[in-house]
T-cell receptor, first 113, second 115 residues
């Protein structure tokens, strides 16, 4: 079936620690995105990463499309990194993308001072 | 500023009433989407539209209706037929690039509560 699965579901870190969040996705999904949902509910775009590696400051992401997984790395975590991290993939259609996203259930990150 | 604007931010509805959530974008994106989020859950697709005057049902369309009369606007009506409408509603849009849909962007959301 169509699936996007995230792990771990919950993560508690001390400020300054590093972490890796994982997203596994099925064959029916491509064009991975990572989002951070802030305490007010807004989804902030972190990465659009169908394949390869991207970096933005302390965050980086890698998608290995052939093995159906993506990783989000957070280095030197800060309390402001707390929130829920979602990965989402677009439904595949005839080799392309239908656009509408299938979301994982998220990883809830708590960074303690 | 370019972006997606949802209004209102908070909405209270009495049982049996229809309410309409607004979503406007000035990004010139072709596709627009409505998602619903329940506490502690991911997002589920309600409706989407890839072109003006056309829209498709998502996974949980029952009790909802939409229209797409303008490229910039994709309002969502929560009807009295929706049995459990209390949730957080998010609107998104995405552009085409070389014929394929690419990165989606989201509005700030509307929190609907039935009283």
């Amino acid at each position: 079936g169509i699936q996007v699965e995230q792990s771990p579901p919950d993560l508690i870190l001390q400020e300054g620690a590093n972490s890796t969040l994982r997203c596994n996705f099925s064959d029916s999904v491509n064009n991975l995105q990572w989002f951070h949902q802030n305490p007010w509910g807004q989804l902030i775009n972190l990465f659009y990463i169908p394949s390869g590696t991207k970096q933005n400051g302390r965050l980086s992401a890698t998608t290995v499309a052939t093995e159906r997984y993506s990783l989000l790395y957070i280095s030197s975590s800060q309390t402001t990194d707390s929130g829920v991290y979602f990965c989402a993939g677009a439904l595949r259609l005839y080799g392309g993308s239908q656009g509408n996203l299938i979301f994982g259930k998220g990883t809830k990150l708590s960074v303690k001072p | 500023d370019g972006g997606i604007t949802q209004s209102p931010k908070y909405l209270f509805r009495k049982e049996g009433q229809n309410v309409t959530l607004s979503c406007e974008q000035n990004l010139n994106h072709d596709a627009m989407y409505w998602y619903r989020q329940d506490p502690g859950q991911g997002l589920r697709l309600i409706y989407y539209s890839q072109i003006v005057n056309d829209f498709q049902k998502g996974d949980i369309a029952e009790g909802y209706s939409v229209s797409r009369e303008k490229k910039e606007s994709f309002p969502l009506t929560v009807t009295s037929a929706q049995k459990n409408p209390t949730a957080f509603y998010l609107c998104a849009s995405s552009p085409r690039f070389r014929g394929a849909w690419t990165e989606a962007f989201f509005g700030q959301g509307t929190r609907l509560t039935v009283v």
